[in-house]
């Protein structure tokens, strides 16, 4: 019933939406969603950094960051408002580029709604409003957003969560770009877990990109839960050709 009512909801959003995006390949935040917030009236900080060893060495679009050998990053601050809603802000998003330069690349705020501790329950859901506001050698569109859905289920010692996402600059429902993400994990002890995550961009809602265009990554991660600080690190591999050959993912986080 919980899962229906989810689909139900997202079907409503997307509905509603009624804009779009284009394919960019930079990201500053490679993370799967697990319903997990803050503690009420608590503040958390979590520091994502990825790294392109080998990629594209053409900025998708003029006047953007060269992925190969760049690094993008955010400082995210999330504030646990209510048991079931976090407040969120990601600034700075920054670069360091191939060439050593050092990029400011805008905010983005976020709005994000789940079931009270997910980490107990069986099945947990939620959805996720991200806005962003950019600047143009990150995105040439200065204003985009991103809503994404949250669905999993912990089963013995696995976790199985499917975030259906679909970007959105506002220029139409059929732009939508279809973006999900999906992480099947498994604890080994109460302090590590090993993961597989799967990141694929397809294209528009209405038109889906050839499959040698479509963008899909795989990442091999071990999370590490300490009392001060949780540890992600992931190594991605391009499946396709448009896809970056390889990544390096970090997330660090601690509640303040």
């Not at 394919?23 to 969603?33: K, R």
């Not at 050998?69 to 999330?78: D, I, K, P, R, T």
């Not at 090993?194 to 795989?218: R, S, W």
């Amino acid at each position: 019933m919980r899962i229906v009512l989810l689909r139900n909801l997202c079907a409503i959003v997307l509905l509603c939406l009624g804009h779009a995006s284009l394919v960019i390949a930079q990201t500053d935040e490679i993370q799967v969603y697990d319903a997990a917030i803050a503690p009420t009236g608590a503040l958390n900080l979590t520091l994502h950094n990825n790294y392109t060893p080998s990629g594209s060495t053409t900025p998708v679009f003029a006047g953007g960051i060269t992925p190969e050998h760049s690094l993008n990053g955010v400082a995210e601050w999330a504030y646990g408002v209510t048991p079931w809603f976090e407040s969120g802000l990601y600034f700075p998003l920054y670069s360091i580029t191939r060439d050593g330069g050092i990029l400011y690349n805008g905010f983005k705020l976020r709005a994000l709604f789940v079931t009270p501790d997910a980490v107990k329950r069986d099945v947990f859901y939620g959805v996720n409003f991200e806005f962003s506001f950019n600047t143009a050698h990150w995105d040439p569109r200065p204003y985009t957003s991103e809503i994404r859905g949250i669905v999993g289920a912990h089963v013995g010692n696995f976790d199985l969560i499917f975030n259906p996402i679909v970007d959105n600059s506002w220029n139409g429902f059929s732009r939508l770009e279809v973006v999900p993400e999906t992480r099947v994990a498994m604890a080994v002890s109460e302090t590590y877990k090993v993961a597989l995550e799967e990141y694929d961009d397809f294209g528009t809602i209405t038109h889906f990109l050839p499959a040698t265009k479509q963008t899909h990554q795989l990442f091999g991660v071990i999370d590490v839960t300490t009392k001060a600080v949780g540890i992600e690190f992931g190594v991605g591999a391009g499946l396709t050709s448009a896809s970056d050959h390889w990544v390096l993912k970090l997330i660090l986080s601690r509640d303040l």
